[in-house]
């Protein structure tokens, strides 16, 4: 198995850096995206695939090309809200990734970028990482804290709700509010449901042991705009 593993992993290498020498963008991310997933990787192989994958990703999802699907050509009266919805992903997501200045009137007849969501996620607590999937491809990751109040458990999730300043309830009874920079959710609030959220950070960052799983504040604004309510999570220890 270890043998079939190895062989699998550089045959997918190969063949991706093919593909990336003749442009061939979406197959390459896909290709590489497999061999992300092969078991027991060491970490030098998992650095040279992320060296080669982060930079596709960008490229590939991230990017106003259209490497996903065909443009989308905007109709008179759509808003961005509208197009999001057709294709199962946040408005903030398109709106990031085409520059567009005022959601409600996207301009008629303009083409965006888009792709078919949902993204899914998983969470590696030994690993202090959440990974992005968009499909089969890889889409990025993001360094995380886990904190302990509560303190998530390994298994299966479901984005259930996503808001900004979100409340901050603690176990022992008290309240912090959302625009207080002592909040450990930060500004934005991704729920899991099971007392699980995957939120931002306080600004004073006085106790980082509070929250379930944070991120930066930027960080969480990128997570915010690309997680849907559905997003299946995966939390492993």
Sequence with gaps: TEYANRMAYEQALKNGRLMIAEQRWR???????????????SRGQREQLLELLDPLAGKVIYSSEHLVESAHVVRRGETLQ???????????LLQKINEVRDPEYPIPAS?????????Q??????????TLRLNRMYAGRFPISIGRDPEPLAGDYQVREKAEN????????KTIAGDDPNNPFGRHWINLGREVAIHGSSLTNDNPELGSISLSPKDADDIFSILSVGSKVTIRR
């Design 27 to 41: 197959e390459a991310l896909l290709t590489l995206s497999v061999a992300y997933d092969v078991p027991g990787l």
């Design 121 to 130: 996620a998983v969470v590696d607590m030994s690993a202090g990482e959440i």
């Design 166 to 173: 979100q409340p901050y309830y603690s176990s022992d009874g």
């Design 111 to 119: 083409s965006l970028k888009v792709m078919r969501g949902p993204f």
């Design 82 to 92: 509208d197009i999001a919805d057709q294709y199962n992903v946040p408005w903030q």
